[in-house]
């Protein structure tokens, strides 16, 4: 089965829980970002490391990457990025100090999965 978003991918996990979270949700708002978070799926990175979060969610251990990890919080800095431009209440100072904050936070983030992964003996 394909993903819905490319061609070339297969159909995963995190696929179909994206479609079930966008069918359970009513208000038009929560559903697109639902199809947000689906365009991060397009990036082969983001679709590896979302698929391994949910199998280990799932207890099913899985191997992976530092340099997928990389760029999947890389593609989830930008996508918030995106996210942040968007809003229109904001200054662009504000907008600012809000993609500062992020990417510090997304950078600790991206070490701190790194050695959780790196002491579960999951990152190759």
Same mark, same amino acid.
């Given at each position: 089965?394909?993903?819905?978003?490319?061609?070339?991918?297969?159909?995963?996990?995190?696929? =179909?829980?994206?479609?079930?979270?966008?069918?359970?949700?009513?208000?038009?708002?929560?559903?697109?970002? @639902?199809?947000?978070?689906?365009?991060?799926?397009?990036?082969?990175?983001?679709?590896?490391?979302?698929?391994?979060?949910?199998?280990?969610?799932?207890?099913?251990?899985?191997? @992976?990457?530092?340099?997928?990890?990389?760029?999947?919080?890389?593609? @989830? =800095?930008?996508?918030?990025?995106?996210? @942040?431009?968007?809003?229109?209440?904001?200054?662009?100072?504000?907008?600012?100090?809000?993609?500062?904050?992020?990417?510090?936070?997304?950078?600790?983030?991206?070490?701190? =999965?790194?050695?959780? =992964?790196?002491?579960?003996?999951?990152?190759?």
């Amino acid at each position: 089965m394909e993903s819905e978003n490319t061609d070339s991918r297969p159909f995963t996990l995190v696929d =179909i829980f994206l479609e079930v979270l966008e069918q359970k949700f009513n208000d038009e708002s929560q559903k697109s970002y @639902i199809r947000k978070v689906k365009t991060l799926m397009d990036v082969p990175e983001c679709a590896e490391y979302l698929s391994c979060g949910l199998m280990n969610a799932m207890g099913h251990p899985t191997p @992976i990457t530092a340099s997928t990890v990389d760029k999947a919080v890389d593609c @989830i =800095i930008h996508f918030y990025d995106d996210n @942040i431009e968007e809003n229109h209440e904001w200054t662009k100072e504000q907008k600012k100090v809000q993609k500062g904050l992020m990417k510090s936070f997304m950078n600790e983030y991206r070490n701190a =999965i790194k050695n959780f =992964i790196s002491s579960q003996n999951l990152l190759n």
